[in-house]
Structures are given as C-alpha cells and as structure tokens.
C-alpha cells in the first residue's frame, strides 16, 4: 500500500506540469516492427533461463537481488515461495520482505523453526506490521520456509526471512502530513535509509547475499525517481535516497534490480492511468511463445534498448528499459493475472478496534467503519482485473 500512495502523490503532482501526448496501452497494437520483433524474439531463444534460474544465476555478481514488485500479484509471491530451496543451494540464505517489523524479527525466527507451524503466530506477524495486508501467499513465505528448515539435516543452517520494516504508529495521526505529525507515525526514521541500514547490518556487514522482494520505488538501485520541485529546471529533480540506492551503495555495487512484470503508470495522464512497459514492445514479443516464463537481463542487451515513455522516464532524456532496472522476469501476460488470497481469519471481531486505528494512510484512504468495510476495501485493492482492465 505505502508504494502505491507514494507514488499516488508524485504523479499527482505531476500531472499539472506535463501535458504532451503518449500512447495508452489499449491504443498499442504492434510498437515493433516485424524486423525488431524477430531480433528480440531471436535473443531470448539464445538467451532463455526460466525466472528461477535467471533469478539465481544473478548471484554469482551480485550481494543483494531486489524483486520490484506491483504488491499483492498472486505469481510473484509464489515464485519467492519457490525460490526458497534454490537460494539456499546456492549459498544465498536470506528473502527480505519489505511487509514486516524488525521489531518481530526474534518471533518470526522462531516461527519458521518450530517444531510445529503456528499460523495465527503468522498473521499476528503480518499484522504488527500492517493491519491491512491480509493476503495468504505473503504469510506463506514464511510456511515455505519452515516446511524447508524442517526438511535439513540436523545441524544444518536454516534459511531465514528478514523484516525489513518496523512498526508505524498511526493511531494519534490527525490527517495532515507535516514533519510533526511524520515523526510520531515514523518514529524511527525514513523507512527507505531504515530498511537500507538493517539490510547493510544483517546481511553485508556479514558478508551474506539476500533476495529482497519490495515494491517498485523501494528496489530501483541505480535509477533515480523524478520528484516534483516547483523551483527547478523542467520542474522536477531525481531522488537517489530509495533503499535501493543505498544499499547499491552499501553493496558496492553490488546490488541489482530486476522488475517483475508490471504495468507503468502515464507520465502525462495521471495516477491511475495505466500502460504496458517499453510501450507494449515486451507483450510483443512474449505472443510468439507458448511458455512464457522467462527471466532476461536489461543491461547490455536489445531489451534493455527499448524506450519507455511513462511515468518513470520523467526528468530522462532518451529514456530506454536498462535505465530502470537490470533484469526482468515475464511470467503472463496481465490478462491473466490474479490479486493474491484473501485471509478471512486475518482481521477480526478481537483485532478490529486495533485495526481501525492502526489503519495506515487515512488521510488518502478513509478509516474504514466497519470490519466489512475494511474488508471490502482490501477485495477492491486485490481485484487485480478491475484496475489492471484499463491495459488489457
């Protein structure tokens, strides 16, 4: 939630100051002609790895692999799930999820090596972090990787997930962003130098590797996000304090963004508005292959050539793919998508005073009345056709 109302705000904003013409998604038939389709079609033939593979085999360069993610997307938490017994075979013992609090770190450690899994221990995890994200595949990361610790020899490491959050107060907040009020519901600083410090502490300053999955704006390393600024050149500046940034710092450099597919937001239309990556070229090229699972580098590749004119190419000139992220994973294309499962037992009649007043970003999103109403709130945030719609 917390990426999509960051970048709520900055497109918001934006729009007041960009008006030039772009192509929608439902506009985009073929951006690519015939010779540049085959090209591509051609390099992934010659270069195909399938996502977990291609995941994996980014740690032979680099410390710490950063999924970005469109939240709440069913296939992308499953393939993490998945991912567990592949990192641990290649010395990579450690996912970092953005949706948890470094406060809990000690329970949750205990839960994924129990003798037996506690699954309301889980959701009382999940829910210290955010009372809203009530969604079972990202509690089931954590099922995942108990079932895997179970499976080791005894003495064996065990795998470990890492919370790279802590625990917001939202209860005294009165609707106004100011630095006042931002203090006491982040009281321990800005989320994105506080999830770069904890990853440069648990996991570099141990010489240790780690997959992270966090939305889009948390995971960018070397790309920088366009912020308004009324007083500057063109009306924007570029942003490198993400976590991302920090730990492409930390890390030496070594720290690599790959972007599972998702839809990118219009430069000049506003939140909301949707549009296919790379102007529609990706979903192009992906319609010649029956399996459509691939992961694919950006850097240094014909891929990584293709210009995109959303949101994210605000305050670039020239802008292409390879100036975002690193690498990029396709698994469907977004017709076939679907929002993650909805834990009925996550919110309920003990929990629901603590919920509405924990219930984050009011001020965008209204209090919710009612525990159906939250509910409902939740359905709506996970009915990925209804807001993917717009690009099919």
Known sequence: MKTRVYLKIFITLFVT?????????????????N???ARLVEYLKNNWASPEQYIINKFKNYDVVLL???HRIKHNVLLVQALIP???????????????????????????NAENYDEN????????????????????????AWEFNKSLPEGARKFRIVNLSYKYDWSGYNGVRTPENAKKVFHKGGTESYRAALVKKEILDKHEKILIITGTIHAFTRYAMPVFDYNAENFSTLDYRHMGNLIYKYADKKACTILLHF???????GYGRLMYPANGA??????????????????????????DTSFYSTGYNDF???????????????????????????????NWIEAQKQFPDPDINTRPKSLQEYYEKIRAYADIQKIYGAIK
């Open 17 to 33: 100051c960009f008006v030039q013409s772009e192509l929608f998604a439902q506009e985009i038939s073929k951006p690519l002609s």
């Open 35 to 37: 010779e540049d389709e």
């Open 68 to 70: 970005a993610e469109d």
């Open 86 to 112: 592949h990192l641990y075979k290649a010395g990579v013992y450690n996912i970092g999820m953005e949706f948890g609090a470094s406060e809990d770190q000690a329970a949750l450690d205990s839960l994924v």
């Open 121 to 144: 221990k889980a959701r009382k995890l999940m829910f210290n972090y955010n009372v809203g994200w009530a969604f079972k595949e990202y509690m089931d990361v954590y099922r995942k």
């Open 263 to 269: 839809p990118f937001y219009s430069r000049t239309i």
């Open 282 to 307: 990706i979903d192009q090229v992906m319609k010649n292959f029956e399996n459509k699972r691939v992961g694919f580098d950006l850097t240094g590749t014909p891929f990584g050539e293709l210009r």
């Open 320 to 350: 292409k793919l390879s100036d975002i992220a690193d690498g990029y994973v396709y698994q469907m294309p977004f017709n076939e998508y679907e929002g993650c499962t909805i834990d009925d037992k996550f919110l309920t009649d003990e």
